[in-house]
DNA sequence: AGGAAAAGTCTACACGATGTCGATTTTTAC
DNA sequence: GTAAAAATCGACATCGTGTAGACTTTTCCT
């Protein structure tokens, strides 16, 4: 709750640094699509969000961490549109709408998604970021098989495992359709929705 | 065919040279585990194989080129292994079987599969590898598929499509549970079995 | 054996990217 | 309007990379 007295149409003031991260952050995403992680220096960053190399260490003390931040700004976005989602009874209409906002998610953020899972090796704090992310949506499939029929727990061929597997399906599925095209995206979608509706026995 | 008079009990003269890139992929490969790949250095692996930096450029061009080798050495093993292994006609059997030579090789060789996964973006020959190994097993799972009775073609619920999905689920499940331990890529297996074995119609 | 060519090795150098420091300027807040 | 905080800059030290040229060892042929 900023700005105790809303008086004075004057809105709360926004340091200027604000908007110098955020066209860090903009320009980093931008450099990262063109240039990719590897390519893509400091100096760059710095350059495209018109600052020097040594303002630059001031908001963030490595290449890394600007990264970090865009794959945390990015995520977060993920995060509200998760918590948004309506809950479905229906298992085939849970599937088909989960299915459908992947798409949606990979469509706007797959680039940023891609770097994260990239850099989930090397950059933890990125590891951890999406190792959140990933159990966000294990927690929900199984939730989803769980109301499908599926017994519930951690064997093998209970929900838990299941979710996971079918986790890492559409996230290495996506990851790959994403670099094509949307109608890639589009068929992945269509398959791993298939799969899925498979493994909970909902498809003969 | 090297050697053509094998008379005098010389055996075929091996370069110098062999043995130290021998040597070199070896120490590569023991610092990959070590320091993983972004804090190791040429130098690190030179020193490692009892030689300079120097004298490593004479050798490999770069530590991406190293890895690469490493990579394509090991990549070969798979292939070996996938060609010498006996086809079976029962579709249950031969998922079976797949699943266990699988775990054995990520058991084997998950630290340069897992490096080979992760430098594919950024290092376009062990993309290729990665991408040409990827699709032996696809070629694999979906012949299988098809002995079940699943409809061939490219259709997202047609068998193609869904073992291109299958083999990703198997890629990044096996992945992490590489990095955990044997106990977990067991595990990590029985989950991918009843999945692919669900998917192919096998299991109610 | 012996000597030239090929293979292997080393040290030194130039370059480019990183991250740090202290001085300086701009913004913000009172 | 001014002092503190925020932001910016340019210069520097460091480190890893890749290249060049000289030197040594191995290989192979006669």
Known sequence: MPGHHPARGRRAAERKGDVRERAILDTCEA??????????TVGDIAQGAGITRGALYFYYGSKQEVVTALVA???????ER?????????????????????????????????????LSLTVPEIGELWNHTADLFITAITAVLERAGIQAGTAPDQASAMARALCWMIERTFYH????????????????????????????
């Open 31 to 40: 450099l990262l699509e063109q240039k990719g992680y590897d390519a893509m």
């Open 177 to 204: 359709a994403s670099q094509e095209s949307r109608e890639k995206l589009q068929d992945a979608s269509a398959t791993c929705e298939h799969i899925w509706l498979t493994s909970a026995g909902l498809i003969t």
């Open 82 to 118: 998760s918590r948004a989602t309506a809950q479905t009874d229906e298992p085939r209409q849970a599937i088909t709408a989960a299915m459908r906002r992947t798409v949606e998610l990979w469509n706007e953020h797959g680039l940023v998604m891609r770097t994260a899972i990239d």
């Open 73 to 79: 700004r990015t995520v977060e976005h993920l995060w």
